[in-house]
């Protein structure tokens, strides 16, 4: 050791003491940065909760195309046919629908009834897309495991609202169909499901939609 090195002190472990602030100073910098990277982390998850919920909550909604899912709402005693072979009379069944609102900007619809002589039940969904302004909805039922999805554009002069289905076969091939919801003066409505052959419409189902009195009166009332 040097004649200069007895003047210098030692911690007990044999690092200079002149070396210790420094050291220190970099644990605490060290210790800073991981403080600050858990509380980001921390943070994270309550942050994209208030991503998504501002995101989820604050869809424009359109009294006009609420106003049309409301005329649906309540009881009606449906009158089905269902069309087979050309030139051959259609299969007439009858049913009832029970419409809802789920919230102001859902109508779900439930049908029970008949298909080809075996008990159907059904299920559409309808809403209006504002950023796109056309009608959105979904058919599911006890016929089939695929979903119908559907969209379309309501005329006011003709109270009309037409639709494009896009779904699958028994085979599983695209099957694409022609839908109208027809609104009549006298309070009952029409539906007719046409599917597409090769660009030309052959006549599935029509239906006629009568509602019942008690559910005409609520209606009124609202």
Known sequence: MGPHCASVPFCADGELIAKRPKRMAVLNFIYKRKLRMRNNLTLTPFCMILIFVSAT?????????????????????????????????????????TCTMLGEMWL??????????????????????????????????????????????????TQTLKALGLGKNAMGGELKTQMVFTYLPDGTRT??????VN???????????????????ATKKK
């Open 57 to 97: 909550t604050g869809y424009a909604q359109n009294p006009e195309a609420t106003a049309i899912l409301k005329r649906d709402v309540g009881v009606w005693d449906v009158e089905l046919k269902v069309y087979g072979e050309p030139g051959v009379e259609p299969t007439v069944t009858k049913g009832t629908e």
């Open 108 to 157: 779900v619809s439930q049908l029970d009834g008949e298909m080809m002589g075996q008990p159907m039940q059904g299920m559409r969904q309808t809403a209006f897309d504002e950023q796109r302004k056309i009608f959105v909805g979904s058919w599911i039922d006890t016929t089939s495991p695929h979903t119908t999805k559907m969209e379309g554009t309501w005329n006011e002069q």
């Open 199 to 217: 660009g030309q419409a052959m006549k599935l189902i029509e239906a006629k939609y009568t509602k019942r009195p008690e559910d005409k009166k």
């Open 191 to 196: 539906y007719t499901m046409s599917l597409d």
